[in-house]
C-alpha cells in the first residue's frame, strides 16, 4: 500500500471520547482481524483471576466494571487472537526484500507466526527450523561471542513479557556476562527511574487507584489519556462528578483530556450525556513545562505573601517542609526571581492563566500529579520531573490519601520488568542474593541502554542481538542509519508473535521464533500456568490465558529463555532452567528470595483483587534518598529541549500515537479524536504557521532533520492538516518520523531517546 498517495480525510470529530465511536472501532478491528475467540477474553480482560490486558498499564480495580476494558485494550486482544496465520508457506512465497516494501499494518496483518523460522541468505527467505535444532544453534553462536567477549551481545525486552520471563532473562544475561539488558524502558519512562530516586527515593509513581477517590485536583501533563490509557478515564470521570478540577498541559488539542463519554453507561450512551475533563486546559508549548511550573510556583509564592500579609493559613506546607524536604531555600530563590516576561516566553501561557492554576492548587488539600510521555521524551525530561516534584513537595503532597505523582507507564508490565531485574544498572540489581543464591559472580560493569546500544552497534562492537518482542529497530530514534548498521552482527534472534520490521533486517544468523501470547493458555507438563505482571500503580496482579494458542509450535517465552539459557551456559544445579519453565511457581518463589520486601508471600498473594502493591516507602514519607529527604531540584534550563532559540525556519516535532496503533503496531489509519483518517504519513500543523509558509490542507511537504553532522535524516510527501497546536510546533507519527530523530538526540542523564521536541526544517514537495 502506498501511503503517500493517499490524501488523509480531515473531518472535524465532535464526539467525545469514548462513545459510539468507540465501540465502533472495537466492532471494526473485530471484523478485520476476523477474531471471534476475542469477544469471550474480553470479559475476563482485567478482571480479578482474568487474564490481563496486553495493551496499556493502567491499573486493574479490585471491584472492576461488567467490561473493564477499554476500545483501544480490546483492539490489542482482538490483534492478539486474529484468525490470520503466518505460516511458513507464507514466506515461501515472500523473499525478505519484498517484505521490506510492505507496511506495519500489512506485516502484522499476516497474521499470528506459528512456526520457529530461520532466514537463509541464498534463497533471501525465511525457512521453517525445529527447536531443537534452534536452540543448538543460537547455543553455539552465543558461546562464540562470549568466548570472545560477553559484552558483544545485547539483550533487548520489550515491557510486555512477565514477571516471570523477565526474571529469567535478566538472569540469562548476567549469568552469560553482561548488563546488556536494554528495555523500552529505555524509550519510555527511565526519565521517572532517575528522577523519582533523587527526589523522593521510589523509582516509580506513589498513587493508587483509591488515591482518586480522595483527590481534589489533578495536574496533567503530556499524556493521552483517551488514546493510551483510556480506563484511567473512568476515574477522572469520577473525580470530576465530585466536582474536582482538572489542569491539562498539552500543546495538543486532545479529546481525551476535552470530554468523555462512558461506552459502558447506557445514560451516557443513549441520553447524550457527556462529561468535561479539563477543569482549565494549556496548550504549553513543547518542552515548557519547566517554564509553566515555575509560572505557578512563583504565583503560589506570591500568594503566600499575601496570606502571610492577611493573616491567613499559608499556602506552603511548611512544616512538611521543615521535617521532610531539602533544597527549598534554592528553589524558593529561583521561583521568585524567574522573570515573568521569560517565564510566558518559554511556556506559551500567560501569566493569569498560570496564576488561576496556582490558585487552583492552593485551594486543594489533596493533589495528583500525573504525566507521560510528554515530560520524559525531552533532552531535559530529568528536570521537568525535578519540577513536578517541586510542585508537589512545596504543599507537601506526597504520603497523604489523595495525593502524589502517577507516571502513567505504557507496555502493561514495563514497570515490573525493571522490578525484577530487567536493567543496564548492576547498582540496582541485588547481586550479593544472585550470587549466595545462584552460585556464580554477576558482572558488576555497567550494560548498554537503548541508546548506548544503538551506538555500540553503529560502532560495530555488537555480535549478538537478542529481542524478547517488541520492534527495536523500528522503536528507536534514526532508523534508517540504524538498519545499515545490523546487519553486521553475527546473530539476531527475534522472539515475537507478530511479523515486524525488525525481522526484516537480519544478522549473519538469524532467526524468528514465536511465542504464546498472554491471552493463550499456556500449558506446561500438562498444567495450565498463570504469569503475573506489575501495573502503573506497582499493584502486582496474577493472569491465566483464556483461548488456546495459534499454533501447536508455539513455545512459551519462559520455555525460550530456558532454552537459550541450557544452550549458552554451562550447567549449573543452582539454575534449574528446565524446571522454572515447568512450573512459573517456583519462579515466583525465586524472585521472593531475590527480592524478599518487594514480593512477599508472592504466591500466596498473586489473584489478590485489585493486585498486591508493592511497599513504597515514600508513601509512608520515608525518604531513600542520599539526604534522607525529599529533595527540591532547581533545573539548569527553562525549557525542557535545551534550546535557547531555534534557527530561522526550524520546527519543533513532536511524535505522537493515534488512536489506531499500539506503538509500532498499527491497527488502522483512522486517529477519530483528531479527525484524521486513510494515512499517517501526515504532519499536524498551526492555522498561522500554515498561512506563513503558504500550504493547505493535504499539501505534500518533506522533513529533513536540522541536525547537521553529516548525516541525512528526511522524510518525504507527507501531508499538512490543520491543528490545534502552538505556532512554530508541528506532530506527526512515531514510529514513521523516526528515522528523523539522531541517536545523539535523547534525555540527558536517562537516555530516553527525545521524541518530543526535535529540530526540522520543512520543505514543500
Ligand atoms: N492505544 C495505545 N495505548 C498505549 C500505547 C499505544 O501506542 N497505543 N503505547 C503505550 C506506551 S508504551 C506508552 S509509553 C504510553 C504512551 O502514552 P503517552 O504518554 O500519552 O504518549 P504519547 O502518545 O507519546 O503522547 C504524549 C502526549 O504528550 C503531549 N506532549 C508532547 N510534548 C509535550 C510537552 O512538551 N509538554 C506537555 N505537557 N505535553 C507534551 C502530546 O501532545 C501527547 O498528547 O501509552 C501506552 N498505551
Ligand atoms: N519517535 C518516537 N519513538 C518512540 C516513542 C515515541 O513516543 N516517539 N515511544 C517509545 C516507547 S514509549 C516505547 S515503549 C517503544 C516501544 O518499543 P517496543 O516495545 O520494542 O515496540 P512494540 O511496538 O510495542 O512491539 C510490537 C511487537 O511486539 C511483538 N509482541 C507482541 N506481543 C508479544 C508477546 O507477548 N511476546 C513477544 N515476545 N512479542 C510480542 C509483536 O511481534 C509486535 O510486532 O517505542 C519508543 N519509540
Ligand atoms: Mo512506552
Known amino acids: 500500500m502506498d501511503e503517500s498517495t493517499m490524501k488523509p480525510q480531515i473531518e472535524h470529530y465532535e464526539g467525545a471520547a469514548g462513545g459510539w465511536g468507540s465501540a465502533k472501532g472495537l466492532t471494526q478491528i473485530l471484523e478485520r482481524t476476523r477474531s471471534t475467540k476475542a469477544l469471550p477474553v474480553l470479559w475476563k480482560q482485567n478482571k480479578p483471576e482474568g487474564f490481563m490486558c496486553v495493551s496499556c498499564a493502567w491499573a486493574k480495580p479490585a471491584k472492576p466494571h461488567t467490561f473493564e476494558f477499554c476500545e483501544n485494550g480490546a483492539k490489542a486482544t482482538a490483534w492478539e487472537l486474529t484468525a490470520d496465520r503466518c505460516t511458513p508457506d507464507f514466506f515461501a512465497q515472500h523473499t525478505v526484500s519484498e517484505l521490506k516494501g510492505w507496511s506495519d499494518y500489512?506485516?502484522?496483518?499476516?497474521?499470528?507466526?506459528?512456526?520457529?523460522?530461520?532466514?537463509?541468505?541464498?534463497?533471501?527467505?525465511?525457512?521453517?527450523?525445529?527447536?531443537?535444532?534452534?536452540?543448538?544453534?543460537?547455543?553455539?553462536?552465543?558461546?562464540?561471542?562470549?568466548?570472545?567477549?560477553?559484552?558483544?551481545?545485547?539483550?533487548?525486552?520489550?515491557?510486555?513479557?512477565?514477571?516471570?520471563?523477565?526474571?529469567?532473562?535478566?538472569?540469562?544475561?548476567?549469568?552469560?556476562?553482561?548488563?546488556?539488558?536494554?528495555?523500552?524502558?529505555?524509550?519510555?519512562?527511565?526519565?521517572?527511574?532517575?528522577?523519582?530516586?533523587?527526589?523522593?527515593?521510589?523509582?516509580?509513581?506513589?498513587?493508587?487507584?483509591?488515591?482518586?477517590?480522595?483527590?481534589?485536583?489533578?495536574?496533567?501533563?503530556?499524556?493521552?489519556?483517551?488514546?493510551?490509557?483510556?480506563?484511567?478515564?473512568?476515574?477522572?470521570?469520577?473525580?470530576?462528578?465530585?466536582?474536582?478540577?482538572?489542569?491539562?498541559?498539552?500543546?495538543?488539542?486532545?479529546?481525551?483530556?476535552?470530554?468523555?463519554?462512558?461506552?459502558?453507561?447506557?445514560?451516557?450512551?443513549?441520553?447524550?450525556?457527556?462529561?468535561?475533563?479539563?477543569?482549565?486546559?494549556?496548550?504549553?508549548?513543547?518542552?515548557?513545562?519547566?517554564?509553566?511550573?515555575?509560572?505557578?510556583?512563583?504565583?503560589?509564592?506570591?500568594?503566600?505573601?499575601?496570606?502571610?500579609?492577611?493573616?491567613?493559613?499559608?499556602?506552603?506546607?511548611?512544616?512538611?517542609?521543615?521535617?521532610?524536604?531539602?533544597?527549598?531555600?534554592?528553589?524558593?530563590?529561583?521561583?521568585?526571581?524567574?522573570?515573568?516576561?521569560?517565564?510566558?516566553?518559554?511556556?506559551?501561557?500567560?501569566?493569569?492563566?498560570?496564576?488561576?492554576?496556582?490558585?487552583?492548587?492552593?485551594?486543594?488539600?489533596?493533589?495528583?500529579?500525573?504525566?507521560?510521555?510528554?515530560?520524559?521524551?525531552?533532552?531535559?525530561?530529568?528536570?521537568?520531573?525535578?519540577?513536578?516534584?517541586?510542585?508537589?513537595?512545596?504543599?507537601?503532597?506526597?504520603?497523604?490519601?489523595?495525593?502524589?505523582?502517577?507516571?502513567?507507564?505504557?507496555?502493561?508490565?514495563?514497570?515490573?520488568?525493571?522490578?525484577?531485574?530487567?536493567?543496564?544498572?548492576?547498582?540496582?540489581?541485588?547481586?550479593?542474593?544472585?550470587?549466595?543464591?545462584?552460585?556464580?559472580?554477576?558482572?558488576?560493569?555497567k550494560g548498554h541502554n537503548t541508546v548506548e546500544g544503538c551506538e555500540a552497534i553503529l560502532k560495530g562492537e555488537v555480535d549478538g542481538f537478542i529481542g524478547l518482542g517488541g520492534n527495536f529497530l523500528r522503536a528507536i530514534p534514526d532508523t534508517v542509519r540504524m538498519e545499515d548498521a545490523w546487519s553486521r552482527m553475527a546473530l539476531t534472534v527475534q522472539v515475537a508473535t507478530k511479523l515486524n520490521r525488525s525481522h526484516l533486517v537480519n544478522g549473519k544468523v538469524a532467526y524468528l521464533l514465536p511465542c504464546i501470547a498472554r491471552s493463550e493458555i499456556d500449558r506446561q507438563n500438562g498444567v495450565a500456568q498463570a504469569v503475573s505482571m506489575e501495573d502503573s500503580t506497582t499493584c502486582i496482579h496474577g493472569s491465566w490465558g483464556q483461548v488456546e494458542p495459534a499454533s501447536e509450535h508455539l513455545l512459551s517465552e519462559p520455555r525460550i529463555v530456558a532454552g537459550f539459557a541450557k544452550a549458552a551456559l554451562d550447567p549449573n544445579p543452582a539454575m534449574p532452567w528446565d524446571e522454572w519453565a515447568s512450573d512459573y511457581a517456583k519462579v515466583r518463589d525465586v524472585i521472593e528470595q531475590v527480592y524478599p520486601d518487594q514480593f512477599e508471600s508472592f504466591n500466596a498473594r498473586l489473584w489478590k483483587r485489585g493486585g498486591f502493591p508493592r511497599p513504597l516507602p515514600a508513601r509512608n514519607r520515608v525518604w531513600k534518598t542520599p539526604t534522607k529527604r525529599a529533595n527540591f531540584f532547581v533545573p539548569e534550563v527553562v525549557s525542557a529541549d535545551g534550546r535557547e532559540k531555534d534557527a530561522e525556519g526550524v520546527l519543533r516535532l513532536v511524535t505522537v500515537r493515534s488512536n489506531d496503533q499500539f506503538n509500532t503496531t498499527v491497527y488502522g489509519y483512522d486517529d477519530?479524536?483528531?479527525?484524521?483518517?486513510?494515512?499517517?504519513?501526515?504532519?499536524?500543523?498551526?492555522?498561522?504557521?500554515?498561512?506563513?509558509?503558504?500550504?493547505?490542507?493535504?499539501?505534500?511537504?518533506?522533513?529533513?532533520?536540522?541536525?547537521?553532522?553529516?548525516?541525512?535524516?528526511?522524510?518525504?510527501?507527507?501531508?499538512?492538516?490543520?491543528?490545534?497546536?502552538?505556532?512554530?510546533?508541528?506532530?506527526?507519527?512515531?514510529?514513521?518520523?523516526?528515522?528523523?530523530?539522531?541517536?545523539?538526540?535523547?534525555?540527558?542523564?536517562?537516555?530516553?531517546?527525545?521524541?518530543?521536541?526535535?529540530?526540522?526544517?520543512?520543505?514543500?514537495?
Open 106 to 445: 500489512a506485516l502484522e496483518m499476516t497474521g499470528r507466526l506459528t512456526h520457529p523460522m530461520r532466514y537463509d541468505a541464498a534463497s533471501d527467505k525465511y525457512v521453517p527450523v525445529e527447536w531443537d535444532e534452534t536452540f543448538a544453534e543460537i547455543g553455539r553462536e552465543l558461546r562464540k561471542i562470549k568466548a570472545h567477549d560477553p559484552k558483544r551481545t545485547i539483550f533487548y525486552a520489550s515491557g510486555r513479557a512477565s514477571l516471570e520471563t523477565s526474571f529469567m532473562y535478566s538472569l540469562l544475561a548476567r549469568a552469560y556476562g553482561n548488563n546488556n539488558l536494554p528495555d523500552s524502558s529505555n524509550m519510555c519512562h527511565e526519565t521517572t527511574s532517575v528522577a523519582l530516586p533523587r527526589t523522593i527515593g521510589v523509582p516509580v509513581g506513589t498513587v493508587l487507584l483509591e488515591d482518586f477517590e480522595t483527590t481534589d485536583l489533578i495536574f496533567a501533563f503530556g499524556q493521552n489519556v483517551g488514546t493510551n490509557s483510556p480506563r484511567l478515564l473512568h476515574p477522572l470521570q469520577e473525580a470530576r462528578k465530585r466536582g474536582i478540577s482538572i489542569i491539562t498541559f498539552n500543546p495538543l488539542r486532545e479529546r481525551g483530556w476535552e470530554r468523555f463519554k462512558n461506552p459502558q453507561s447506557p445514560m451516557e450512551m443513549v441520553g447524550g450525556e457527556e462529561t468535561q475533563i479539563s477543569t482549565q486546559y494549556n496548550q504549553v508549548h513543547p518542552g515548557g513545562d519547566i517554564a509553566a511550573c515555575f509560572g505557578i510556583a512563583k504565583a503560589l509564592f506570591a500568594l503566600e505573601d499575601d496570606a502571610r500579609r492577611a493573616g491567613n493559613e499559608s499556602v506552603i506546607d511548611w512544616e512538611f517542609i521543615q521535617d521532610h524536604t531539602h533544597g527549598f531555600e534554592a528553589f524558593e530563590k529561583a521561583a521568585r526571581e524567574m522573570e515573568w516576561s521569560d517565564i510566558e516566553t518559554r511556556s506559551g501561557l500567560k501569566r493569569p492563566v498560570l496564576e488561576r492554576a496556582a490558585q487552583t492548587y492552593a485551594n486543594a488539600k489533596a493533589t495528583i500529579f500525573l504525566y507521560g510521555m510528554g515530560l520524559t521524551q525531552h533532552v531535559h525530561g530529568v528536570e521537568s520531573l525535578d519540577m513536578i516534584v517541586n510542585l508537589m513537595l512545596m504543599r507537601g503532597n506526597i504520603g497523604r490519601p489523595g495525593s502524589g505523582i502517577c507516571p502513567v507507564r505504557g507496555h502493561s508490565n514495563v514497570q515490573g520488568q525493571r522490578t525484577v531485574g530487567i536493567t543496564e544498572k548492576p547498582e540496582l540489581v541485588p547481586n550479593a542474593k544472585l550470587r549466595e543464591l545462584f552460585h556464580f559472580e554477576p558482572p558488576m560493569e
Open 672 to 765: 477519530r479524536f483528531r479527525g484524521i483518517k486513510g494515512t499517517r504519513q501526515i504532519i499536524m500543523m498551526n492555522e498561522g504557521d500554515m498561512r506563513r509558509l503558504s500550504l493547505k490542507d493535504g499539501d505534500l511537504i518533506t522533513l529533513r532533520s536540522a541536525e547537521d553532522d553529516g548525516h541525512k535524516r528526511e522524510v518525504p510527501d507527507l501531508r499538512v492538516v490543520t491543528y490545534s497546536i502552538p505556532e512554530g510546533s508541528i506532530a506527526g507519527y512515531f514510529p514513521e518520523l523516526n528515522p528523523l530523530i539522531p541517536v545523539s538526540h535523547y534525555a540527558k542523564e536517562s537516555f530516553v531517546p527525545a521524541g518530543k521536541s526535535v529540530p526540522v526544517l520543512l520543505s514543500k514537495n
